[in-house]
């Protein structure tokens, strides 16, 4: 206990407002703890920390944490993030995006983001649902399920935000929960560590929009449903039916340098054929 | 401004070359843009230039949105940065122009305006974007807007535009029109010193002692870049001087209040016009962008047929010019404001006129200049 107090007065903003804006049983502020807890892993320093943060839930997490802080437009976290990682490549900079805003309204800059492989580590917090807007569904709201904005149940399918983001092109791709909170600080604190472009999804329930009109009768039972459905990646390929279940851990790594370094890499070669710099 | 014994370097560039020389002259090492007609070349030159400086960076993205952000992120990683754009990506645009004005980040839009509303007449010139630039993006916000008639003009008012984002800490954008950018033109290129450069302020406190939005007496307050160990917070939200979300009615009325007044307090500074032969004029021509031109020979025109007319050339667009108007509207007894628009400048006139002497208007928006004689005719 005294080490989280400690992490705790070393990374939140002591003259921020809390407690935190968000609900009693939100996933958020766990997966605000893996964040803390893998900047600390890796030593990195409070003021080569960049975080942009989306609107949304999500988006407040910017506010509370003791880095450079952004809190962007709707969806495009990630356009602020490249242009701030191409003019100071020696941040490390995060993203914080919900579903909606990473994959609806910023879901073009999000492919773009990794096709171009910029150094930036994507953190996405998919809880199915638009929560501060009052629940109605998202690019990630499953097929049947309920919000005010699909009242019938879902028609349209869901985003596969593992698969989308390694078609696209992303450096590292993971999924974590916030149930499997070891794995989720060692897959956040590794891809921070990788070059090039990371995503990390981590699964939240949303109890106050999402669940209570899915069928759980509480936050506690939204936990025990990530426990069972969620599925270390290699187990999950040999289940004979995996119909509910969603596998979880790193789905790629391709270890390539980002934009940035491969952008150096130009303007030096242009100065080397001018001649020394001139 | 120039030494006598210094060969100067000319070139016969285009407007819209003009604006990267300009931009280069004034600090710009970063930009960010998506192609459109007619503003194309300043991309293609920022990305054959930029990668050649130690620091430069270009970047073709996905759309004008991601552009904007791209330059809001570099900004406020310390970069003066900028993008390019015509019509249909201004309007993309105005959603991040916002925040960047809520957010006090400095930096520069260019925009070269064509023909029509939406794909519009995208190779004809127009002006119809001078309303939305100042008003294009939700709420109430202040910004700068600035024009030029020629290519000289397109690199002076780069530089300006770029004085102005850094000294106010707000974005500024500048009009230009599809003539004014595909007109070639022969230029002296700058030498190092010829314009007076302005880099934002920067906190000369310790961290600790930092607030983002503080209350000064010039109202702009300083900008350390990101990563610099001044930890703060950036937010679109309404915010206290600590830069937290406050809906606190009387941190709202004072952060809205600030930024008003850190531009309203300079306006001498802000405001910037061209006079031709205005000082006995009894009949003045407004003008701004390619027609100011036109404006300029239908001027001489008539007072060579023993008119005593003058030209007003609006350098800066908004804050509109009202002191240099307002003098002129006493002492004219017809004012002309020829535009290729239904009347989005001779609005502002007519709102500073309040009934002082007669506004006439001149409309075109058929994708064509308004010629010396059509101005010439209701001068005359």
New interface residues.
């Given amino acids: 206990m005294a080490e989280v107090t400690q992490l705790i007065h070393q990374y939140l903003r002591h003259n921020k407002k809390f407690p935190l804006v968000f609900c009693p049983g939100c996933g958020h502020g766990i997966v605000l703890g893996a964040l803390v807890r893998s900047v600390h892993a890796l030593m990195l320093s409070k003021d080569e920390v960049v975080l942009v943060a989306g609107i949304g839930c999500s988006g407040r997490i910017a506010a509370y944490v003791d880095f450079n802080t952004v809190h962007a437009t709707h969806g495009r976290a990630l356009t602020l993030a490249t242009g701030i990682k191409m003019a100071n490549p020696a941040l490390t900079v995060i993203t914080v995006m919900g579903d909606g805003d990473a994959l609806s309204i910023g879901g073009n800059h999000l492919i773009h983001a990794a096709r171009r492989n910029i150094g930036v580590t994507a953190l996405i917090l998919n809880n199915f649902i638009y929560g501060m807007t009052g629940g109605q569904c998202s690019p990630t709201t499953p097929p049947g399920a309920y919000s005010h904005t699909c009242p019938r149940g879902q028609l349209e399918s869901a985003f596969d935000i593992v698969e989308l983001t390694k078609a696209a092109g992303a450096n590292s791709v993971s999924r974590g929960t916030v149930f499997h909170v070891k794995a989720l600080d060692r897959l956040l604190t590794t891809a921070l560590a990788r070059p090039g472009f990371n995503v990390v999804e981590a699964l939240t329930p949303c109890f106050t929009q999402y669940g209570r009109g899915n069928g759980f009768k509480n936050v506690v039972e939204m936990f025990h449903w990530l426990k069972e459905a969620a599925v270390p990646r290699d187990a999950y390929a040999a289940l004979e039916d995996p119909s509910g279940r969603i596998p979880i851990g790193t789905f790629v790594d391709r270890g390539l340098p980002g934009l940035e370094t491969r952008y150096a890499a130009m303007r030096q070669e242009l100065r080397e054929q001018r001649g020394g710099g001139a | 401004m120039t030494t006598p014994h210094k060969k100067r370097r000319a070139a016969f560039l285009l407007g819209n070359e003009a604006v990267v020389e300009g931009a280069l002259a004034a600090g710009c090492t970063?930009y960010?843009g998506y192609p459109i007609t007619p503003s194309t070349e300043i991309m293609e030159s920022m990305a054959r230039r930029l990668?050649?400086m130690?620091e430069?960076?270009f970047?073709q993205?996905?759309?004008e949105?991601?552009?904007?952000?791209?330059?809001?992120?570099?900004?406020?990683?310390?970069?003066k940065?900028m993008t390019a754009t015509s019509g249909p990506g201004f309007s993309l645009l105005q959603?991040?122009i916002g925040?960047a004005a809520m957010t006090e980040t400095p930096l520069v839009v260019v925009t070269v305006m064509r023909g029509g509303a939406s794909t519009g007449l995208p190779t004809n010139p127009g002006q119809g974007d001078v309303q939305q630039a100042r008003w294009g993006a939700h709420g109430d916000h202040p910004i700068l807007v600035l024009s030029a008639c020629d290519v000289p003009e397109c690199l002076e008012m780069t530089v300006v535009a770029f004085n102005f984002a850094e000294k106010y800490r707000s974005p500024v954008i500048l009009l230009l029109d599809e003539v004014t950018a595909h007109t070639r033109e022969k230029i002296e290129l700058p030498e190092p010193g010829d314009f007076e450069i302005f880099s934002r302020m920067t906190p000369a406190m310790p961290p600790e002692w930092y607030k983002p939005y503080e209350e000064s007496l010039r109202g702009v307050p300083p900008m350390p870049?990101?990563?610099?160990?001044y930890?703060?917070?950036?937010?679109?939200?309404t915010h206290d001087p600590?830069g937290?979300?406050t809906s606190k009615p009387e941190e709202v009325r004072a952060m809205v209040e600030r930024q008003f007044r850190k531009i309203d307090r300079f306006f001498h500074d802000i405001q910037l016009v061209t006079l031709v032969e205005a000082d006995d004029a009894d009949v003045l021509v407004i003008a701004y962008g390619c027609v100011a031109r036109s404006a300029r020979l239908a001027v001489q025109q008539a007072r060579e047929a023993g008119v005593h007319a003058g030209l007003l050339i609006l350098k800066t667009l908004f804050p509109f010019p009202r002191m240099h108007v307002e003098k002129r509207l006493r002492a004219c007894r017809l004012v002309v404001v020829p535009e290729l628009n239904m009347g989005q400048i001779s609005r502002e006139v007519k709102r500073v006129n309040e009934g002082l002497t007669t506004v006439r208007t001149i409309n075109r928006i058929d994708g064509q200049m308004i010629t010396p004689s059509q101005i010439l005719k209701e001068i005359t």
Avoid: K
């Fill in positions: 970063f960010a990668p050649r130690p430069g960076v970047l993205m996905e759309d949105i991601a552009s904007m952000g791209a330059v809001i992120g570099a900004s406020l990683a310390g970069r940065a959603e991040q925040y870049p990101l990563g610099a160990g930890r703060f917070h950036v937010t679109g939200l600590c937290f979300p």
